[in-house]
């Protein structure tokens, strides 16, 4: 059985990016582009992992992180944050979310965070 992805961004070309390459490694992915659809996703595929950005429109990611940790469904989903912000207050308060993994998109290409990812997940 497929692992499953949910990828929350709203950068639409680096979601066809980083789709295509969990895809190539046999990854079933599911998108959103806000957080507030990406908790709908959430809730309805239940992903083996959810790569997450911090600023999105309607719902951003640390927000997405608390409301899904306090649900019954969501509170052991692994979550790695994926953001161009790298200050010390969102990294504690995703920490703080258990968010397992807090990447800077800079500082990352793409065969890594599949690599993070397939570490994270056992496979």
């Given amino acids: 059985m497929r692992k499953k992805i949910l990828i929350v961004e709203d950068d639409v070309l680096l979601v ?3 789709s295509y390459e969990f895809e190539q490694e046999n990854f079933e992915v599911f998108t959103a582009g806000n957080g507030e659809d990406g908790l ?3 809730e309805e595929h239940l992903p083996d992992l959810i ?3 911090i600023n999105m429109p309607k719902m ?3 927000t997405m992180l608390k409301e ?3 649900t019954e469904w969501g509170k052991n989903i692994l ?3 994926l953001t161009n912000y790298s200050d010390e207050q969102r990294v504690l308060e995703a920490l703080s979310q258990k ?3 807090y990447l800077v998109k800079s500082d990352w290409d793409l065969s890594q965070i599949v690599a993070k990812v397939r570490e994270k997940l056992g496979s």
């Fill in 40 to 42: 709908a996703m959430a």
């Fill in 16 to 18: 066809k990016a980083i």
């Fill in 68 to 70: 899904l940790r306090a």
């Fill in 99 to 101: 968010a397992f993994y």
């Fill in 79 to 81: 979550v790695i944050m």
């Fill in 51 to 53: 790569l997450a950005d």
């Fill in 60 to 62: 951003d990611g640390l």
